[in-house]
């Protein structure tokens, strides 16, 4: 890769030899159905209880045989928005958007905005476990309980969450490509500035800021990655979450290499707690969590370079659309084409015959205002009752629902305070720091293959989504009380291990399962409402983990199992497999 110029305009550029006439353009069906996978039935009344498909959910494609056709791609978008219940020229002309992008296919383009997004993924998780990692540092330093310290965390998902909320809808209103830069740039710099924290409200102000930037990162990539990406690789979600455990190890592995290195010794209290003359842990001789919360402030600083400097994200040609950038939308994906080594047959022209011509339609643009109710109206009652429109699949929204929010706080409840609990492992006598950053970043090491295995088994028959994940959830929470029944250091290792290998496996199914079981045209609603329970039950963990702990030390680890369990139990009840069915 080269720099590039950031503020250059390509949306205006003309890119010879890659538009091709329309006749000459071969219809390319989405997908090869599996070969193992039984016919579907075409009932009416079973239709909503499938996993969606191109034809429940999205007109099918013409034969591979046949040519595409203005009137043929009428009749599909025709198709398409009496599925969805909105008829508008914006909405027609995102859908020739669509099909043009399904016809490009998969390339080079795509693979790049694959890594890119991935740093999404990596940066969210690689802040959570970073935050985790020095809340023993914090309460040697500060003087904090290692109860009150646990506010950290909750000062960071305060800001996941409302990053999460805002980024969402500004994505909607200045753009993808200016939200896609700036969450990494402001999560960059608050963590750079975090680690020159003075105190700890100080430091769990800046952690909050910095999630505000970080919090964005999986509503917008996600989002933006999926706008781009033909709808037969759409299983490159599921492989997009690989990136999740990589940004745990890049922590581990430096929490491992500095805090141990540059840390007080565990028996000097803090300079807050004693008076002057008496030797106490001062900040010069804690600067481990600061060396590790610079690093990976510097870290996410050189991901937002990589975007913004050796990459140039063309603008997302629904939004264009919806601003009145008809032009420049259909330059876009003609800039993917030539991205990609392709050819385009989408031209001005063919939008208009589709979707309407701007003197014929008036109404061809979205105000703010509209954008943001149009985004709003994904939470309202009438976008949520066809969610329950039959008994399955009310059965299935309310169970994954139910999951998102019992997992949300299980999962930080044990991992967001995992140095903790490593710490005490042995009983009365504390482990030692460098042993227990030694041990945390052998587990984030284990935990890794996971996500690759789950890649591998979602697609295995007799296996499928539902197999895979229901195995990784029952194994994750068993291996949370088999940690809590023995004092054995070595015991509570291998169950850490093993549990971060199995959760990896669980959260990546999830996370591919929960958009490919929704109809189409509720698919944002329904993944919109399981991340928002996610994040409000992940918000409430570190309370869960403070208040519990007064009682019994372990309480937050059997309530984190006993939630993940729950899930399991959820997850067995779940009436729809999605291996081998189409969804966009």
């Known amino acids: 890769m080269r720099f590039i110029n950031p503020f250059s305009k390509r949306n205006d550029r003309v ?31 079973t239709s909503l209880d499938r996993a969606p498909t191109e034809e429940n959910g999205f007109a099918a494609s013409l034969p591979e045989a046949g040519h595409l056709t203005i009137e043929s791609m009428r009749a599909e978008t025709e198709a398409d928005l009496a599925a969805s219940g909105v008829d508008s020229a914006y909405d027609r002309k995102s859908k020739v958007i669509n099909r043009a992008v399904q016809d490009i296919g998969m390339g080079r383009y795509q693979w790049q905005l694959f890594v890119l997004c991935g740093f999404g993924w990596l940066a969210d998780n690689l802040w959570l476990q970073g935050v985790a990692l020095t809340l ?8 904090v309980s290692e109860s009150r310290v646990r506010f950290t965390t909750c000062a960071l998902f305060l800001g996941l969450c409302l990053g999460a909320s805002f980024w969402g809808i500004a994505s909607d209103v200045i753009g993808r490509r200016p939200a896609f830069n700036m969450t990494l740039f402001i999560t960059g710099v608050f963590g750079l500035a ?10 769990c102000a800046l952690f909050s800021s ?13 989002a933006l990655f999926l706008e781009f990406l033909p709808f ?24 491992w290499a500095f805090i141990p290195n540059y840390t007080c010794k565990s028996d000097i209290p803090s300079c807050h ?11 010069e001789d804690n600067m481990g969590w600061r060396y590790l919360v610079l690093t990976l402030g510097a870290l996410t600083f050189v991901m937002f370079i990589c975007r913004f ?20 939308a259909v330059v876009a994906v003609q800039g993917i084409a030539y991205k990609n080594r392709s050819k385009t047959w989408l031209t001005t022209e063919i939008l208009n015959e589709v979707g309407g011509y701007p003197e014929e339609v008036p109404k061809q643009t979205l105000t703010s205002r509209e954008i943001i109710t149009r985004y709003l109206s994904k939470f309202s009652l009438q976008r949520i009752r066809p969610l329950f429109a039959t008994k399955q699949l009310g059965i299935t929204t309310g169970i994954l629902w139910f999951c998102w929010a019992t997992i949300g706080m299980g999962y930080p409840l044990f991992n967001a305070f995992l140095p903790q609990y490593i710490k005490r492992a042995g009983g009365a006598t504390e482990q030692s720091t460098s042993t227990v950053y030694r041990n945390y970043a052998i587990t984030s090491v284990v935990g890794v293959p996971g996500a690759f295995l789950a890649c591998y088994t979602v697609n295995l028959k007799y296996v499928g989504r539902k197999g895979t994940m229901i195995a990784g959830t029952l194994v994750t929470g068993v291996l949370l009380f088999c940690f809590t029944a023995s004092t054995d250091p070595d015991i509570q290792l291998l169950c850490t291990c093993l549990e971060a290998f199995f959760q990896n496996i669980m959260y990546g199914v999830l996370y591919a399962y929960t958009p490919e079981v929704f109809p189409a045209p509720y698919r944002g609603t329904g993944t919109g409402i399981a991340s928002c329970l996610n994040r409000i039950a992940g918000l409430c963990a570190p309370l869960v983990a403070i208040y519990g702990s007064s009682a ?5 680890i059997y309530a984190a199992g006993g939630l993940i369990l729950a899930a399991f139990v959820a997850m067995c009840c779940l009436p729809i497999e999605t291996r081998g069915k189409q969804s966009l």
């Open 15 to 45: 890119l010879p030899g890659v538009v091709v006439p329309l006749d000459n353009a071969p219809a390319h069906s989405p997908s090869n159905p599996t070969p193992d996978v039984e016919p579907e039935k075409k009932s009416d009344e």
């Open 309 to 328: 400097f050796l990459f140039h994200l063309y603008e997302s040609p629904k939004f264009l659309l919806s601003r009145g950038r008809q032009d420049e």
């Open 210 to 222: 910095l999630g505000l930037g970080v919090g964005g990162n999986l509503p917008v990539d996600g």
């Open 194 to 203: 975090a680690g020159g924290g003075p105190n700890w409200i100080g430091v």
């Open 552 to 556: 019994n030390p372990d309480a937050p």
């Open 273 to 283: 707690q004693v008076g002057p003359g008496i030797e106490c842990c001062r900040k």
């Open 136 to 143: 023993p540092q914090l309460s040697m330093e500060f003087g």
């Open 232 to 255: 037969a690789s759409g299983n490159l979600l599921t492989l997009l979450s690989v990136w999740w455990p990589i940004g745990n190890l890049i922590s581990s592995l430096l929490a």
